[in-house]
């Protein structure tokens, strides 16, 4: 069951407490038992069998959601509501989506279009909002005694053999009702090398991994309730094999020529969340968080002619947000404010191949001393004007403004300083009807943007395999409008959701060749590059043949377009396709309810050819095979038994046909045939 439609549902990405199936939105939701079902090891890769997501992995350690042709920093995540996204995520796929322990996740609500309207800046192709585990206590605060206590204690293991790696997991729950509740998790993680079919081990994609979850939340009264939730995770040593002479071509691929290439990081989420239920007659709800998140990533590389760079940068974001719902006879009023400050430092040093220091740069790769704030306020009203139409509107105004202390000039080569103030007006329309009980269509009309971040203005190092980027100061928003038309049913055993869409695009940023080769490698920098347009249609569809089997499934296909220029100084622009497009895909499943202590599911996803590439795809030598990135067929098949209620056991047989394949994108391939093992202790 691993990606279901959401049926009764409530999503909070949506900023409404109605079940989603009568909100216009296409959507699906992961939850817990699913993730558990899946035994997924990481939170990219709970998402690779829900419809309408690519997971394109630059490294195995890393992992990047595209949703309808954009990923990146084009994709916004919330964690309980609070703003994932810091100024230094790039373009493109990145690392930072998989700097979530999946292992305290409760959900993973994947909204598909557009919400700036809701959160701003980012929230451009969709939105993961991610639900982390709740303390018992929260479920209980309205027991009818006071003082029952709760004690739980869970030991979970996962073994896999395709890429001989080891999670062990431990949670913790206790509480008291109607009073307080605790929820504490550690996982240590030790995955090996991925054992992919045909081309065999692939040297250094194993890395480790540690994580940590703490959660207290605390019923003060009738009305006010608190959360205080701390996160934190490490990854050791997670190589970019593709760049390296330890990569194995995949379809003609292009072997790298580093020596070494590879990260650490380190993530910190701390937040509080005070929510007041019927404070005032005008105020249903009110929920006030205030947080602040720590990034530190540090990049090592050794070149073929042994000369060395060491590089970092480090992120301290803080935020406040503001919500508040009044609930009339005809609808709900939502309103709010947000407010994020992003500090960012870097540094860079060259070394000689004998270990002496050859340069100290400006910056590293981002730059030095740099702020990133947005504010926003926004207003959004749901009429609701008889049982079959609905109306939601919604605005938001936000105001951005971003300065760097120190970039290096890429004219000059010398140290220079950077500051911009943006402003944008975003509004949306989104309606309902209901054809009949169980059938509706719902459209919208919606306006998204997506601010220039510090990592687009000051990025420098390589970043496509042929490329060289350099910071870019002259740029402006990136604004798109969104048209969506959907279909709903829900009839019975029936769920189906469908829908249509187009974006249009303006003044998207894309890299652009300056014309220089530095060190082998073509120099780009950032450029609002005109035009371009994302179209294509979704389906997920569910259905209960029996009471204990159920089958499910979905349909991608898009197309997407960018004007491109062939330098920072061409004036003339030709249409390509857009980089890393999904290719269609189609995925369907089965799950079996064999008895009640015995489960078993099949699911299968084919993914066509991909032969439209952009001139970068066409140049991305290390990760997409000349031609295009081969179609693939996976079927994995899973099985789970509770032999007691203290141990449950789950076995699963991965990549069963032992294809040969990789995402569209990817540095590595992907595991060829393998048995992954999960077991579930209850004390």
């Keep these: 069951m691993s990606a279901v439609p959401i049926e009764e549902v409530v999503v ?5 407490d109605q079940p989603l199936k009568r909100l216009p939105f296409q959507a699906s939701r992961i939850d817990q038992q699913s993730v558990a079902e899946q035994l997924a090891r990481n939170l990219p890769e709970a998402l690779t069998e829900t419809p309408g997501v690519l997971v394109q992995k630059t490294a195995n350690g890393q992992g990047s959601p595209f949703l309808r042709g954009f990923t990146g ?9 609070v703003r994932y996204n810091n100024s230094v995520y790039r373009d493109g796929p990145n690392e930072y989506f998989s ?20 959160y701003g800046s980012d929230a451009i192709g969709g939105t993961l909002s991610i639900t982390t585990k709740k303390s018992v206590a929260e479920d209980w605060l309205h027991k009818p005694t006071n003082n029952q206590l709760f004690f739980d204690a869970v030991h979970k293991q996962r073994y896999s053999s395709a890429e001989d790696s080891q999670i062990q997991q431990t949670e913790i729950r206790m509480g008291q009702a109607q009073h307080w509740g605790i929820y504490a998790s550690v996982s240590q993680k030790d995955f090996g090398n991925v054992d992919a079919a045909k081309i065999g081990e692939q040297p250094h994609t194993g890395y480790d991994e540690q994580a940590l979850n703490l959660r207290a939340d605390v019923q003060i009264n009738e009305q006010w309730s608190l959360t205080l939730a701390h996160q934190n995770l490490i990854q050791d040593d997670v190589w970019r094999t593709h760049s390296t002479v330890y990569a194995r071509s995949f379809e003609g691929t292009q072997i790298g020529t580093d020596l070494r290439r590879l990260k650490d990081q380190e993530r910190d989420l701390s937040y509080l969340k005070a929510q007041a239920e019927d404070l005032l007659p005008w105020l249903d709800q009110f929920t006030v968080t205030l947080s602040q998140q720590q990034w530190q990533e540090d990049g090592d590389r050794i070149k073929a002619n042994q000369t060395q760079l060491i590089e970092s940068f480090d992120s301290f974001m803080r935020g406040i947000d503001l919500t508040a719902l009044h609930t009339t006879e005809s609808g709900e009023v939502r309103f709010g404010f947000d407010y994020y400050v992003d500090q960012v430092n870097s540094a860079r040093n060259d070394y000689h191949a004998d270990g002496s220091l050859a340069k ?3 910056q590293g790769p981002v730059g030095d001393d740099a702020t990133f704030k947005q504010a926003g306020g926004y207003f959004q009203y749901q009429h609701d004007f008889d049982d079959r139409l609905s109306l939601t509107w919604a605005s938001r105004y936000n105001t951005i403004d971003s300065s760097i202390g120190r970039l290096e000039d890429p004219e000059t080569r010398l140290a220079s300083s950077y500051h911009n103030h943006w402003n944008s007006w975003v509004h949306s329309l989104r309606g309902n009807f209901a054809l009949s009980q169980t059938q509706s269509i719902w459209g919208a009309a919606s306006q998204s943007f997506r601010a220039p971040n510090i990592a687009d203005v000051s990025r420098y190092g390589k970043s ?37 869409y187009h974006t249009g695009i303006s003044d998207y940023i894309t890299s652009t060749p300056t014309g220089r080769v530095i060190d082998g490698l073509t120099e780009v920098s950032k450029r609002n590059s005109a035009d371009g347009e994302v179209y294509g249609i979704e389906l ?3 259905y209960e043949w029996t009471s204990t089997l159920s089958v499910y499934g979905g349909i991608t296909w898009l197309r997407g377009e960018l004007d491109t220029f062939d330098s920072l100084v061409s004036t003339t622009a030709s249409r390509e396709p857009m980089s890393r497009i999904m290719p269609a895909t189609l995925n369907i ?22 032969t439209r590439l952009s001139s970068a795809d066409q140049q991305d030598f290390e990760r997409i095979p000349p031609g295009g990135t081969p179609a693939y067929t996976l079927v994995n098949v899973y099985s789970g038994y509770e032999i007691n209620q203290h141990l449950n056991v789950t076995l699963g047989v991965e990549n069963l046909l032992d294809q040969d394949y990789r995402s569209h994108g990817s540095g590595s391939n992907e595991p060829g045939l393998g048995v992954n093992i999960g077991l579930t202790l209850r004390l």
């Design 464 to 500: 496509r395999s042929s490329e060289f980027e350099v910071a870019a100061t002259n740029l402006s928003p990136e604004q798109f409008v969104t048209l969506e038309l959907g279909y709903k049913i829900s009839a019975g055993r029936w769920w189906l959701n469908a829908s249509a």
């Design 73 to 81: 920093y084009r994709t916004l995540m919330l964690i309980d509501g």
């Design 589 to 610: 499943g089965a799950r079996w309810q064999i008895a009640p202590q015995w489960w078993s599911r099949v699911s299968a996803t084919h993914a066509d050819k991909v």
């Design 12 to 16: 909070s990405a949506t900023r409404s």
């Design 360 to 362: 100290s740069h400006i």
């Design 540 to 542: 997920d569809w569910r």
């Design 99 to 118: 700097l979530v322990d999946v292992g305290g996740v409760e959900n993973i609500d994947v909204i598909r279009g557009p919400a700036s309207t809701l």
